[in-house]
Each structure stands twice: as C-alpha cells, then as structure tokens.
C-alpha cells in the first residue's frame, strides 16, 4: 500500500520559518516527479512547488517563489518543502503528491497529474 506522510506543520509567525517532509512508502518514487499543494479554508486547492525525478528542475508558483524550496532525496523516499519568511496567507494545509509514472526531468503542477496523495500537514501563520 502506497502512502505519503506529511510531517513538520504548525504554528509559526510572520517571518518565521517550517521544513515540511514527505516521507512516501509502498513503493519508491526516485524515478517521479513530486510536489506540494496547499487548501486555505473556503479556497480550492492550489499549486505551491514541484520538482523532476532527480531534483534537477523545480517550479514554483509565483505567490512563494523566493521564499520557499523544493528539494528531494531519492534515497530515503522523501520530498521537502522548506519555508521562509512565511506570511498569513501562507496559511493552508498543505499536501504532498507523487506521479506513477517514470518522468524524463519534467515536473507537474496540475492536481490531475498526480495519482498518490498525502493526508496534509496544517500550517498556520499569525500575524
């Protein structure tokens, strides 16, 4: 059985910093893109950051792009998100994703492009 376990969320203020971990089971995904989505409460779900097989190519919605990084370690299964200078609308829960297939150096930052699904880990930044 596949699973992806976020850990790391909670509550931090404006300007801290949290390292989210992906840690996936079941099946190893050294040869899968990977990424992070986040859901604010009353708002869709939204790409946050993605990145290739071999974590030579990442992407990242415009919204976090300086302040936070996408980085994997193939060896122990595990993709991260590390956030800096958080802001209150940062707050969401925020959940990892795995393709099933192998990918060539591309990443993917539509929800419908992923197939494994993590429960999500709660960030919360106050003001």
């Known amino acids: 059985q596949v699973q992806l376990v976020e850990s790391g969320g909670g509550l931090v203020q404006a300007g801290g910093s949290l390292s989210l971990s992906c840690a996936a089971s079941?099946?190893?995904?050294?040869?899968?893109?990977m990424g992070w989505f986040r859901q604010a409460p009353g708002k869709e779900r939204e790409f946050v950051a993605a990145?290739?097989?071999?974590?030579?190519?990442?992407y990242y919605t415009d919204s976090v792009k300086g302040r936070f990084t996408i980085s994997r370690d193939n060896a122990k299964n595990t993709v991260y998100l590390q956030m800096n200078s958080l802001k209150p609308e940062d707050t969401a829960v925020y959940s990892c994703?795995?393709?099933?297939?192998?990918?060539?150096?591309?990443?993917?930052?539509?929800?419908?492009?992923?197939?494994?699904w993590g429960q999500g880990t709660q960030v919360t930044v106050s003001s």
């Open positions: 994703a795995a393709r099933s297939t192998f990918d060539s150096g591309s990443y993917y930052y539509r929800s419908y492009e992923y197939t494994y």
């Open positions: 079941g099946r190893t995904f050294s040869s899968s893109a």
């Open positions: 990145i290739s097989w071999s974590g030579g190519n990442t």
